[in-house]
């Protein structure tokens, strides 16, 4: 029949299907006092002193002590004596004999008497719950603990071998049967050779051999099938009958076996041990059930002898029979009392006295090695073991392996490197603890690999937090800390100073503030060094007050040296900070490598002791000793670890040694580094031969591996010159991830072959080799120099390095302190040198600091900054550097032209260079190489540096590019034909051509007279002159150069551009042009600037003077005295033709004239004046009327002086009878006329004459 619920069951024919458990021993030794041991010791382990292999270990089995234990099998027997007494429970704590007594107890009742252990369970399956697959293997072991008579008509028949006889034997009863039965029934054949004929001991043999014929076959058949078909459920025409039922538990379902069992074995005494590690309460309920089911059926009842179970059970266990009650009462002794309900089950309860505790388990345990011979174990470890130890079992197993691992480990021929006896034991112990850890060892995943990880890793970002703050403390970027002290103590007082002072003054609730230099400090900003450096500078502190952010302060109080000096003189010593922070610097630095070299050789205990260094694991910064709390899963491993007694070294003790090599420092890297093909870049070797016997134990591609990055590792192949350093480094570049810049990082700051790794990084053709050297954060300031040579020196010139703006300017800042630079070497290097300076476009400031192998190169390529000491260097010479004498280097010479604007920037400020040109060859060489090249300023900057002596004679010579430069430095001679050249190609006379004739002041026109035939247009040279006014502004300058010239006759005037200047004149008076109208009326347009001065210059002027030549000239012409003089009459003789219009300034003029010299005008020319309304018109129309000839009639005096309007025209308006006029000679001469023609009357009042019209007739 197949099992219920999926579970594992057995067949009616008795056959498992699960093979049964083997329990194991089922509790602990038993000793009752601190010097008990049991007696079954080895005769050898007393005091032992010989080989440890020569100790016997000691059996963890339980063991019968009559003096211990006796009094508990007493109770025992006691309880056996009341029938009531059917569940009895032995309670205790794990290790306190349990087992050991209830030994004793079975030896007294040994036929009666069934132990059942478990030790494991079936797996789990769905819907199975623990207290129902405890019952399965209760059953397990009680059925299959009954004999075969028992079992042999049950459903779980035992299987029993068939035996030859046995199968021969049924297989003869079952032929005789046959026979039988076929005799009675006359179907038995009669064979003719069995005939009644024959003898009867002829037949019975015949038949005898029929039956064996028979039997045979039939036995080999019952042989061959035996035990192989069974019934498990029969089915017909789609009806099924299942032999099987299913029930809840294995205890209802199996009940009836269960009954039979005990109802057919003599056992009354059940002993039931481990229960209690499954932690399943419900058990004991079901077994006391099945206790009482038991003990009522007929069978046991006619015993008269109940069947008692006997529990072995730990004292806790009660607190899980009544874990329920926690939420039905929170007081503890009222839930005690819940509990003691529960635990009624239990008939009896007999504890077993725990015999072992914290206060004693260190002399059992020192007992225990110190009989086993043991005695080199640390006394401090094994108090130290015992205080977390609390059973006799795991104590004495703990010394049985210590026994086992000392043999194979301290006495073997090759035991591990540096252990001891102590170191073993801890790990003994922690395996004893840790035992599923303790298998992770060998794979690398312990709580140990772990810890060393977080070792590693906080040694790293220690040490690496610490090489970044030396290299920012030697690039100044940052100041020492212990600086920081004396910065705030000053900052305190001044603050408290502060605010003394403003509490004293006048804005006592205002905010403190303080300016040095005109920069506002906080309160808070004083105890930085930078405020105390500034004001040591300022020598000046001033106190604010200042109401608001924002708001105008008020001056305080100001502190100034003197006061600084007294109150702060700590602080104020003149590059006092400066002093403070070198000595700081220098002193931390010695710290920071103290740090840096203690956490290289820490272990976990030195680390955990240090304190002082912390990691961040899971966002928070830890300590090791955190990290340790954290790690390691018990308080004993913790303690194990911090004290030394469990180290770094832990995975060469947990198995066995197989190495040559020697040195526990070797062992720990090989198994922790390279083995898991990791890194650690600090740990320390303890000698030098340390790393060659790990180069010699490790495997060859070692090196070509991560966990070949460390800083002893790889100073020892550069050092030794092994050509598997550059294994490394070729491992280091290929990708240069993470750990690769780490190691780089660590290893530039700490290593001690620094330049050798800068030359392999280069040699080996790493492209980022300059940058990073260069500009990394990762390199110390103060060696880089010195690495970025040693690169140099050894880069290949094929090779694609990076050589940017950064690399350039970092050689050409630290260049002479550069070996490379300063020193010879072999002529291949320095080519490779000089072409990764070409490569960076390196331009060397001094040449002088470049050895000369070097210099060769660097000169021959460029690569050197144009100054004058350079081009000595580079020329090997003194004085000055001119470019007639650089030409004799035919590199230099081209390097100069190819760069003029440095070139000539360089002999501006060279004392001894005084011009960059000194001949004419020179100059006219150099122009007509650079014509293409060079932009016109700095052709002007040539010609303006050069010498006087190098002008040129004919212009044609040099490129026309350069004229105009050539010309502003009047570096060609003044003649009319380079005037001409120069006129033709820039097409005027330009501001340079202009001052260099102006220089000259003249023209030179003797060079072109022996070939008149090519002779250049002087006149066209003149007009151009003339008319260069933009650039030779002064007439005269422009007149004197072209009478230079010698012109052979007058200039036509219409090819000049007229100008408001005295040209004309000038021109008029050398005879440069002619004296005519014609010119004068090309002039005019130049009005009265140019026409003045020419009227006084002309000789002939009044000869073809008309009136279009001076038009709207008139006025000027009789403003002008001399010109008036010359003119003015002419003009005055023919008024109307040279003033046609009214022009009312140039009548007045006219009249003004006429007036001062006497001139009469004709009275129509009068009354035009009087038209004017000028404001001098009527005194000169008054006085001109007096001068006129013949005089005027009465009606023409009215008739002019109405034009003058008010209050002349009264005399024709009669707006007004009395009106005042002035009283002088003309206006009486006038009014006497009409006062004689009866217009008026007048008379003198005042200064005025009043006039008084007569009556109109």
């Known amino acids: 029949m ?111 008497t069934l132990r059942l252990a478990i030790s494991t369970l079936a797996p789990s399956a769905e819907g199975v719950t623990l207290t129902n697959r405890i019952q399965k293997e209760l059953v397990k072991q009680l059925l299959y603990s009954a004999t075969a008579r028992t079992v042999r008509h049950s459903r779980f028949r035992r299987i029993r071998p068939l035996s030859r006889l046995r199968a021969v034997g049924e297989s003869a009863t079952a032929v005789g049967l046959l026979g039988l039965l076929l005799g009675l029934l006359g179907w038995l054949p009669s064979p003719a050779w069995a005939g009644a004929g024959q003898p009867w001991p002829v037949r019975v043999g015949l038949w005898g051999l029929v039956g064996s014929l028979m039997v045979v076959p039939l036995a080999v058949t019952r042989l061959v099938t035996y035990d192989r078909f069974f019934v498990s459920d029969l089915s017909a025409a789609g009806a099924s009958v299942k032999l099987s039922t299913k029930t809840a538990t294995y205890f209802d379902e199996y009940l009836d076996e269960i009954v039979h069992f005990f109802n057919a074995e003599p056992y009354d005494i059940v002993i039931l041990e481990d229960l209690d590690r499954f ?65 009624k089950f239990f008939d009896l309860v007999i504890p077993v006295v725990p015999f072992i505790s914290h206060r004693n388990a260190r002399e059992l345990l020192t007992e225990l090695l110190d009989k086993a011979g043991v005695t080199t174990v640390d006394r401090r470890l094994v108090d130290l073991v015992a205080r977390h130890t609390t059973d006799m079992r795991l104590l004495m197993n703990m010394r049985n392996e210590y026994l086992v691992f000392a043999e194979r480990l301290l006495e073997s021929d090759s035991p591990a490197p540096e252990l001891n006896a102590s170191k073993l034991f801890a790990l003994v112990a922690y395996k004893n603890f840790h035992l599923r850890d303790f298998e992770q060892i060998a794979r690398r995943g312990s709580d140990l690999d772990s810890l060393y990880t977080h070792r590693r890793d906080l040694v790293r970002a220690a040490v690496a937090e610490r090489e970044k703050r030396k290299r920012d403390l030697a690039a100044g970027r940052v100041r020492a800390r212990s600086i920081a002290p004396v910065a705030r103590k000053v900052g305190d007082r001044l603050r408290a100073l502060g605010q003394a002072a403003l509490a004293g003054s006048n804005w006592p609730g205002y905010q403190l503030r303080f300016s040095v230099s005109s920069t506002r400090y906080d309160p808070d900003e004083l105890a930085s060094t930078e405020f105390w450096a500034e004001a040591a500078e300022a020598a000046e502190v001033v106190i604010l007050a200042q109401s608001h952010p924002g708001a105008g302060p008020q001056r305080v109080m100001t502190l100034g040296e003197d006061a600084l000096g007294a109150l702060f003189p700590e602080a104020l010593t003149k590059n006092r900070w400066d002093t403070l922070g070198d000595e700081a610097a220098r002193a931390e630095l010695a710290e920071l490598d103290a740090d840096i070299a203690f956490l290289r050789g820490a272990d976990f205990h030195d680390l955990a002791a240090a304190g002082g260094f912390t990691f961040r694991v899971d966002e928070t910064d830890q300590t090791f000793t955190q990290i340790i709390d954290a790690t390691m899963k018990s308080d004993l491993a913790r303690d194990l670890v911090k004290r030394g007694y469990l180290d770094r070294n832990f995975p060469l003790y947990a198995a066995l040694f197989y190495g040559h090599f020697t040195g526990v420092d070797v062992a720990t890297f090989i198994v922790q580094t390279v083995q898991t093909h990791t890194m650690d870049i600090d740990y320390r070797f303890t000698s030098p031969a340390s790393v060659a016997n790990l180069l010699d134990e490790a495997s060859e591609d070692f090196t070509q591996t991560i966990s070949a990055y460390n800083i002893a590792v790889l100073d020892h192949l550069l050092a030794t010159s092994d050509e598997r350093a550059t294994n490394i480094v070729d491992h280091l570049i290929a990708d240069f991830d993470d750990p690769a810049q780490e190691f780089v990082t660590a290893y530039l700051t700490s290593g001690e072959q620094r330049t050798r790794l800068a030359a392999q990084l280069s040699g080996r053709r790493w492209r980022k080799v300059f940058p990073y050297l260069v500009a990394s954060e990762s390199v110390p300031d103060d060696v880089r120099p010195e690495l970025v040579n040693a690169a140099l ?132 060489a150099v122009l007509s190489e650079v014509a293409d090249d060079w932009n016109p300023d700095q052709v002007r900057q040539l010609a303006d540096g050069a010498a006087t002596e190098s002008a040129l004679q004919r212009l044609d010579e040099v490129p026309t590019s350069s004229w105009p430069a050539l010309a502003a430095a009047k570096l060609f001679r003044p003649s009319l034909a380079n005037l001409e050249a120069y006129r033709a190609e820039v097409g005027t006379i330009d501001a340079h051509l202009a001052a260099l004739l102006l220089e000259a002041g003249q023209i030179d026109t003797d060079e072109d007279e022996a070939a008149a035939d090519r002779q250049p247009d002087k006149v066209a040279a003149a007009v151009a002159l003339l008319n260069a006014g933009d650039t030779i502004r002064e007439p005269a300058d422009r007149v004197t150069l072209v009478r230079s010239l010698n012109l052979e006759g007058p200039l036509t005037a219409a090819n000049l551009t007229p100008e408001p200047s005295h040209l004309f004149a000038l021109l008029l008076q050398h005879r440069l042009v002619a004296d005519d109208a014609t010119s004068f009326s090309h002039f005019h347009e130049a009005g009265w600037e140019a026409m003045g001065p020419a009227i006084l210059a ?26 008036r003089d010359k003119v003015g009459r002419l003009v005055l003789e023919d008024l109307e033709q040279f003033v046609p219009d009214d022009d009312g300034p140039a009548l007045i ?109």
């Open 279 to 343: 932690d399943d309460p419900q058990i004991f309920e079901a077994l006391r059930e099945l206790n009482t089911l038991l003990n009522h059926t007929p069978e046991r009842l006619k015993k008269d002898t109940p069947l008692r179970f006997v529990y072995a059970v730990r004292d806790s266990l009660f607190e899980q029979l009544g874990a329920d009650t926690k939420e039905k009462a929170s007081d503890a002794a009222v839930a005690e009392t819940v509990r003691a309900n529960r635990t």
């Open 1149 to 1257: 003029a006219a009249a003004d004239f006429a007036v001062d010299h006497g001139v009469p005008l004709p009275l129509d020319q009068v009354r035009r004046v009087a038209a004017t309304g000028q404001a001098t018109a009527p005194d000169l129309t008054v006085r001109l009327l007096v001068m006129a000839t013949p005089p005027p009639t009465a009606d023409d005096i009215v008739a002019t002086l109405t034009e003058l309007g008010p209050p002349y025209n009264n005399l024709t308006t009669h707006s007004q009878t009395t009106f005042d006029v002035p009283d002088d000679d003309a206006h009486r001469a006038l009014f006497q006329t009409l006062t004689a023609a009866d217009i008026c009357t007048t008379r003198r009042k005042n200064r005025h004459r009043v006039v008084k019209l007569a009556p109109p007739a």
């Open 793 to 924: 020196l050894a880069g290949d010139p094929e090779a694609p390095y990076d050589l940017g703006l950064q690399v350039s300017e970092f050689l050409v800042e630290h260049y002479p302190s550069m070996s490379a630079f300063t020193e010879a070497h072999d002529e291949s290097v320095t080519r490779t040198v000089a072409t990764l300076l070409e490569q960076a476009d390196v331009s060397v400031p001094d040449l002088e600091a470049v050895h000369e192998t070097l210099r060769e190169q660097v000169v021959d390529r460029n690569l050197y900054r144009l100054t004058a000491p350079n081009l000595r260097a580079a020329l090997d010479l003194t004085g000055d550097v001119s470019l007639d004498r650089v030409r004799a280097n035919k590199t230099v010479y081209q390097y100069c032209l190819a760069n003029p604007s440095e070139y000539l920037s360089a002999v501006e400020l060279d004392d001894e260079t005084p011009h960059a040109v000194r001949t004419t060859e020179t100059l006219t």
């Open 1098 to 1123: 002309s000789d002939h002027i009044e000869e073809f003077l008309t009136a279009d030549l001076v038009e709207a000239m008139v006025a000027d012409l009789f403003r002008s005295p001399h010109v």
């Open 2 to 112: 197949t099992g219920a619920g999926g579970e594992a069951s057995l067949t009616p024919e008795g056959k498992a299907r699960h093979e049964v458990d083997v329990p194991l021993a089922p509790d602990g030794p038993s000793v009752a006092g601190s010097s008990a041991l049991p007696a079954s010791a080895a005769p050898t382990e007393s005091g032992a002193s010989g080989p440890l292999s020569e100790v016997s270990l000691r059996s963890l089995a339980p063991h019968f002590e009559e003096a211990q234990h006796r009094a508990y099998v007493q109770r025992l027997e006691e309880a056996l004596g009341g029938q009531e007494n059917l569940n009895i429970a032995l309670t205790g704590r794990y290790g306190t004999g349990k087992s050991s007594v209830l030994d004793g107890f079975e030896q007294n009742h040994k036929a009666t």
